[in-house]
C-alpha cells in the first residue's frame, strides 16, 4: 500500500488500544487473522464509533469450526484430542473476529465464494510473490556452495495450516534428496 501511495503501517493489537487515537484517521482497519479478544474487541468497537471501516484479512479455511472439527485440516486431524479441542476454539474465536468485520480479505477465490455463500462480503487478494521475496532468493542463490555437488532447498510456509501443501511434494523432494 505504502508502494502504491497509500499511507499503511502495522501494528499489533495490543499497541494499537494503547494507542486507539493512532488510527482515528484511518479509512480502514485490517485485522489479521486474530482471534477474538478484548483488544481485537475494542478496536472494532472505536472503528465503529468513528466510522471506520474494517476488514478481516484471512489465507485459510481456519474461521469456520465446524471444518477444524471434521478433521479436514491436515494439521488439526494429526493432533492430540485435547490439542484439537484448543485449536477448535481458537477457531470460533477467529470466526468471531471475521464475522465483526465489514467484509474479508482472502487469498483465494475458493474462500470468497465459501465466504460470499454464507452472506458475506470478501475480497480476493491472491497470494503473491513480492519484491522482497525475490531479494531473499537472488541473495541465497548467489552464496557460494562448499562444492558443485551442494543443493540448496527451501520452503516457507506461513503455518501448520500450510503443512498439507508440503505434503503433495515431499515424496518428490525425498527422492530428490536421495539422489
Known sequence: LNNAGDKAWWS????????????H???LVVIHRCQWNENIAAI???CREHGISTAFDVDDIVFEPGFVDSGDIYFVAKMAPGEKRKWLAKSEAIRKSLLAANFCIVSTQALADHLLHQGRQAVCIPNGFSRENLAISDHWRRQ???DANTYRLGYASGSGTHAADF?????????????
Open 12 to 23: 499489533g493489537s495490543e499497541s494499537v488500544v494503547a494507542q486507539i487515537r493512532s488510527i
Open 25 to 27: 484517521n484511518a479509512r
Open 44 to 46: 472494532f468497537k472505536y
Open 144 to 146: 557460494p556452495r562448499p
Open 167 to 179: 505434503a503433495v511434494i515431499a515424496e518428490a523432494i525425498a527422492a530428490f534428496l536421495e539422489r
